[in-house]
């Protein structure tokens, strides 16, 4: 039988410590194990983004890897993205943009939108649809999500120019 | 969708990990996971051990030297897409990286792993092939360096021993006077290709083609290199009869089956269209 192990990381600057057997997938372990559920869990298979999170710096998605291969990393999940009661300013264009109706996909949709920013500031509607392929919506149709992420980085962008050292 | 349970091994070096798959019975290599994982999660397969390469150091890297270009295997697709002396010495190679999966698999897949998967429909091991890239394949006792060619031998199925693994991928940079493409056919973004086709053309003084190497992907049960579709290219000026004649040419040498992304005879169809784009794609870029 496989062993269980216990498994330490960092999330949304945390320190986090929780058991594992290898088998138990990340999103599993976030979400059962530490309880942090704002990360979703949709198709289960790798194609709706709903469990996206950010790694090491790099959006991921926590269902297609294994808790053990998060051993010692760095974790930015959705609970981790507003400060206390402020929201981000990402999460502010989605609500002002309506980028979300059910909100299912959001927490994914709102990381796949942060990396994507961080990689390229100022991306064309092109570039954004691109961006956000690997998550699935299936009620706003997508429209207001290309708006919100747009607004998103305008609301970045200043503050970029001032900290262009923010990868 | 949970696996069937299997121990996990991470080791540090290489030299572990291959004394970890010869001697633990019924292992496997994880590199990205991002095709190993899904099949796990189905339980397509489901190894008793699994040998997690991801934490050695030193096998995530690009380099040059002299006339090629050395990537780690566990250069992630990103990395490739976006490496500038990738984007100037061997476009193909960043285009066909660029369009796998989306960003979070390209974020966790990797070159070494997309190549020794073997799937025949994905993007990296056509270009690879029509490249003429070699692989350093690292065993117990020996290192060995294989051609992309003599690699790809049936669908998912490798020159690779259970107890090596592939450290090294190096890709010649694109000779003077060549232009390359990869040109990726696909249902829609995130999905394998119908048709992929890397070309790279190179012109001699006179205008005439010198070489010309075509790789498709998704039209047999290994990446193919459409040798007689170059022929009717090489020593050529290039025209549009030719170009049109060598698409007939890739499509008679390719082999598709009928599955969910078209019939056999509408997949050689989209070779002879697509060949001839990234051709065309290939000189404009010259």
Known sequence: ?167 | MIPRPFEYHAPATVSEAISLLKNANDSKILAGGQSLVPLMKLRLVSPANIVDIGRIAGLRYIKRERNRLLIGSMAIHHDVATSSIINKKCKPLAEAASHIGDQQVRNRGTIGGTICYADPAADIPAVVVAMDAEFKVTGPFTERVVKARDFFQDIFTTDLRQDEILTEVRVPVLPPRSGGTYVKFERGVGDLAIVGVAAIVTLDNAGACKDVRLGLAGVGSTPIRATKAEDVLKGQKPSDALVAEAGEKAAEMSNPSSDIRGSAEYKREMVKVHVRKAIKQSLSRI
């Open chain 1, 1 to 167: 039988m496989s062993s269980v192990k216990q498994i330490q990381l960092t999330i949304n600057g945390q320190m986090y410590s929780g058991r594992a057997e290898p088998r138990t997938l990340l999103v599993h372990f976030l979400r059962d194990e530490l309880g942090l559920t704002g990360t979703h869990i949709g198709c289960i298979v790798g194609k709706c983004g709903a469990c996206s999170i950010v790694l090491n710096g790099k959006v991921v998605k926590s269902c297609l890897l294994f808790a053990m291969q998060a051993e010692g990393a760095e974790i930015l999940t959705v609970e981790g993205l507003t400060k206390g009661s402020q929201l981000h300013p990402i999460q502010e264009a989605f609500w002002e943009q309506h980028g979300l109706q059910c909100g299912y996909c959001t927490p994914g949709m709102l990381l796949a939108t942060y990396s994507l920013l961080q990689n390229n500031p100022s991306p064309s509607e092109k570039e954004i649809r691109e961006g956000i392929a690997g998550n699935l919506c299936m009620c706003t149709g997508y429209v207001n999500i290309v708006k919100a992420v747009k607004a998103a980085a305008e609301k970045i962008a200043p503050a970029k120019k001032s900290s262009s050292t923010r990868r």
